[in-house]
């Protein structure tokens, strides 16, 4: 079935300018993350969203950084006024409901994005 | 704040098994270990997770200490393709719903 689908692939965008990353989810998955990684690092959470329960923005990096998820399906990650510094790889994985205190997650493909 | 310590990088040669160390002497109750797997430049890909016993699939096996504080990945029969970053994780906080990536074993399977 399809997996977990992520776009822009690639977004290039000047510093200073707004960007809007889009996540779709596999369908029924409840929970949806988002993560980034930066050039040669591990991957470092951000935000994750569960059912209709207030997410857990516990990893966004600054105010700048927000997202949401309309009808607990598609998501969308919003980065204002872009830094250079915000230029990494941004990972969506979506998961089914937790069973028998399993959590795997399945990744997307990521979207690269660039901040010149 | 990951929980795991994992070599930085290992060498395996192709076709020989690849046994990738974890350690996670601060898990507790009823955390469970997961791995995932990271080929370049595409998203992390789940392996396989277990909680005490050893556990097996069509990827790796896992073997988990009796004492729970480490565990090792086997992958039987090393190809090439299976050159990645592999990451130990368990869970954050005792949070099954959130986890935390470390910076994982760079494995190079030799040809």
């Known amino acids: 079935g399809a997996g977990v689908s992520q776009s822009p692939s690639n977004k290039v965008t000047e510093k200073g300018k707004d960007v809007e990353l889009r996540c779709d989810p596999i369908?029924?998955?409840?929970?949806l993350y988002w993560y980034r990684q930066s050039l040669g690092q591990g991957l470092e959470f951000l935000i994750y969203f569960q059912g209709n329960s207030a997410p857990d923005k516990s990893g966004l990096p600054s105010d700048r950084f927000s997202a949401e998820r309309t009808g607990g399906s598609v998501s969308t990650l919003t980065i204002q006024r872009t830094q250079q510094e915000d230029s990494a790889v941004y990972l969506c994985?979506?998961?089914?409901?937790?069973?028998?205190?399993?959590?795997?997650?399945?990744f997307g493909p990521g979207t690269r994005l660039t901040v010149l | 704040d990951a929980k795991t310590t994992q070599p930085p990088s290992m060498d395996c040669a192709e076709g020989r098994a690849a046994n990738l160390p974890c350690n996670h002497s601060t898990i507790s109750g009823n955390e469970y270990v997961y791995w995932y797997r990271q080929i370049h430049s595409q998203g992390p890909q789940y392996i396989i997770h277990g909680l005490k016993n050893n556990e097996t699939n069509e990827m790796a096996s896992l073997i988990i200490t009796e004492d729970r504080k480490s565990s090792t990945l086997i992958l039987p029969h090393a190809t090439l393709r299976d050159t990645a970053v592999y990451y130990c994780i368990v869970p954050w906080r005792n949070r099954d719903d959130k986890i935390i990536f470390g910076k994982g074993t760079r494995l190079h399977i030799l040809p």
């Open positions: 994985a979506s998961r089914p409901n937790l069973a028998g205190g399993s959590n795997t997650q399945y």
């Open positions: 369908s029924g998955h409840t929970a």
